[in-house]
């Protein structure tokens, strides 16, 4: 499509420039960002609004709504990983090596930006933001392809970032933003490989899925998240009741919630009465095996189909098991490789734990809800890859460079 040709020179063009900038340059292109999104506030509030009404109207599942939500605070939050992404150090340019050949020639490696970034999301007006930010600070240029869901949101906030670097004298098609909606758009997307360097999609499996079987852009799979929490004989039960509640309640609509509970037999009669009276405040649905049916008087059976499901809801799958061992193998089969936790005071299961769980963040007597880049510290992500090539977890600043090769000689020729 035309229009996204233009785009993507248009990308190209900005990344060069971009390429140029020192990083104080950069850092106040992030700071007037951050001080726009809070002066435009109730503007982006009211472009919102229009979204949730929408998607109210369509029947949007709670968790998407939650999703899609910008409140004051979390506009806020927004601004502030903005600010926390210019604090920090700016990796391009890092010589990361440098070795002398017995030639005399010195061959290092050097941190440079990808160069444009696409990212396809749905339903998250955050990542509209958390994208720019990352991309910025590292010298791409970034299209983005929001959902129909969020079109609104999105727009607000990305025009408010273009005026903020346009006032700045910065280049304001160092981010870009895809408003046409329909399928052929984001199918003409993944095709742009010839300005587009890489491609991230972030939402659901049905996104993730068809962006990696369609794509001639090179993808960095972000993943669903069905994270398990594990609570080992040894576990501390008060502790394991609010590690489980802030999990699964504190926000449902994201991929890093818990979705599945596996419980060692030994501890399970101690367990149930105080956990499920908790889960019981937020009315959270209990799908069990017999053992937990048996404890829990409203749980309702499990079918295979729980034991892998990301419900983005008040749901919980619930299983027994008889050892470490056997949570491990359980969670190796049915998980998406985000992030698993283990609630134990054994150290030997803990180590067991973190040695073989095959996912991109393991925990020990902590949340899975930290799975986050503004909470690793990286001031925001650009999405939580639970592949292995090149990215892995949540992805901040380095995963959004490459290297290339510095090489200095003095006359050297190859005989």
Same mark, same amino acid.
């Given at each position: 499509?035309?229009?996204?040709?233009?785009?993507?020179?248009?990308?190209?063009?900005?990344? !060069?420039?971009?390429?140029?900038?020192? $990083?104080?340059?950069?850092?106040?292109?992030?700071?007037?960002?951050?001080?726009?999104?809070?002066?435009?506030?109730?503007?982006?509030?009211?472009?919102?609004?229009?979204?949730?009404?929408?998607?109210?109207?369509?029947?949007?599942?709670?968790? @998407?709504?939650?999703?899609?939500?910008?409140?004051?605070?979390?506009?806020?939050?927004?601004?502030?990983?903005?600010?926390?992404?210019?604090?920090?150090?700016?990796?391009?340019?890092?010589?990361?090596?440098?070795?002398?050949?017995?030639? +005399?020639?010195?061959?290092?490696?050097?941190?440079?930006?990808?160069?444009?970034?696409?990212? &396809?999301?749905?339903?998250?007006?955050?990542?509209?933001?958390?994208?720019?930010?990352? /991309?910025?600070?590292? +010298?791409?240029?970034?299209?983005?392809?929001?959902?129909?869901?969020? @079109?609104? %949101?999105?727009?607000?906030?990305?025009?408010?970032?273009?005026?903020?670097?346009?006032? /700045?004298?910065?280049?304001?098609?160092?981010?870009?933003?895809?408003?046409?909606?329909?399928?052929?758009?984001?199918?003409?997307?993944?095709?742009?490989?010839?300005?587009?360097?890489?491609?991230?999609?972030? +939402?659901?499996?049905?996104?993730?899925?068809?962006?990696?079987?369609?794509?001639?852009?090179?993808?960095?799979?972000?993943?669903?998240?069905?994270?398990?929490?594990?609570?080992?004989?040894?576990?501390?039960?008060?502790?394991?009741?609010?590690?489980?509640?802030?999990?699964?309640?504190?926000?449902?609509?994201?991929?890093?919630? /818990?979705? %599945?509970?596996?419980?060692?037999?030994? &501890?399970?009669?101690?367990?149930?009465?105080?956990? %499920? $009276?908790?889960?019981?405040?937020?009315?959270?649905?209990?799908?069990?095996?017999?053992?937990? /049916?048996?404890?829990?008087?409203?749980?309702?059976?499990?079918?295979?189909?729980?034991?892998?499901?990301?419900?983005?809801?008040?749901?919980?799958?619930?299983?027994?098991?008889?050892?470490?061992?056997?949570?491990?193998?359980?969670?190796?089969? *049915?998980?998406?490789?985000?992030?698993?936790?283990?609630?134990?005071?054994? *150290?030997?299961?803990?180590?067991? !734990?973190?040695?073989?769980?095959?996912?991109?963040?393991?925990?020990?007597?902590?949340?899975?809800? !930290?799975?986050?880049?503004?909470?690793?510290? !990286?001031?925001?992500?650009?999405?939580?890859?639970?592949?292995? @090539?090149?990215?892995?977890?949540?992805?901040?600043?380095?995963?959004?460079?490459?290297?290339?090769?510095?090489?200095?000689?003095?006359?050297? &020729?190859?005989?």
């Amino acid at each position: 499509m035309e229009i996204l040709n233009q785009m993507g020179e248009r990308a190209r063009s900005a990344a !060069f420039q971009m390429g140029k900038l020192e $990083s104080p340059e950069k850092d106040r292109g992030l700071l007037a960002a951050a001080d726009a999104l809070e002066a435009e506030t109730e503007a982006i509030l009211k472009a919102n609004e229009a979204d949730m009404e929408a998607g109210r109207e369509k029947g949007m599942h709670r968790g @998407l709504l939650d999703r899609l939500l910008l409140t004051e605070e979390r506009i806020r939050a927004m601004a502030q990983g903005l600010r926390q992404i210019a604090s920090l150090e700016d990796p391009v340019g890092e010589v990361i090596s440098m070795k002398k050949r017995p030639n +005399g020639l010195l061959i290092g490696q050097k941190r440079v930006p990808l160069g444009v970034v696409g990212i &396809i999301y749905e339903s998250r007006p955050n990542v509209t933001a958390d994208a720019f930010g990352l /991309c910025f600070k590292t +010298g791409n240029a970034v299209i983005l392809k929001g959902g129909s869901d969020a @079109l609104h %949101s999105n727009k607000a906030i990305a025009d408010c970032i273009r005026n903020a670097l346009e006032s /700045c004298g910065l280049p304001a098609d160092a981010i870009q933003l895809v408003e046409s909606a329909d399928r052929e758009t984001a199918r003409a997307m993944m095709r742009l490989d010839r300005y587009i360097d890489v491609l991230i999609p972030r +939402g659901g499996a049905g996104l993730i899925r068809t962006v990696v079987e369609n794509s001639t852009v090179p993808v960095i799979e972000t993943g669903t998240g069905n994270c398990h929490i594990y609570v080992d004989e040894s576990a501390d039960v008060d502790m394991a009741v609010r590690i489980i509640f802030n999990a699964k309640t504190q926000r449902i609509g994201v991929c890093n919630a /818990c979705e %599945s509970l596996l419980i060692h037999e030994g &501890i399970s009669e101690k367990l149930w009465p105080a956990l %499920s $009276s908790r889960l019981r405040e937020k009315q959270v649905e209990i799908r069990g095996d017999e053992t937990v /049916c048996r404890l829990v008087p409203e749980a309702v059976p499990a079918a295979e189909e729980d034991w892998g499901k990301e419900y983005l809801d008040y749901i919980l799958s619930a299983r027994t098991v008889s050892s470490v061992d056997e949570a491990i193998a359980h969670i190796n089969r *049915y998980n998406t490789g985000h992030s698993e936790a283990i609630i134990t005071r054994d *150290y030997e299961n803990a180590q067991k !734990f973190l040695d073989q769980v095959d996912a991109a963040a393991v925990y020990v007597n902590a949340s899975t809800r !930290f799975t986050d880049g503004f909470e690793f510290g !990286f001031g925001a992500e650009i999405g939580i890859s639970t592949q292995k @090539l090149h990215a892995r977890g949540p992805m901040g600043l380095l995963a959004l460079t490459t290297t290339k090769y510095i090489v200095y000689g003095n006359g050297q &020729i190859r005989p």
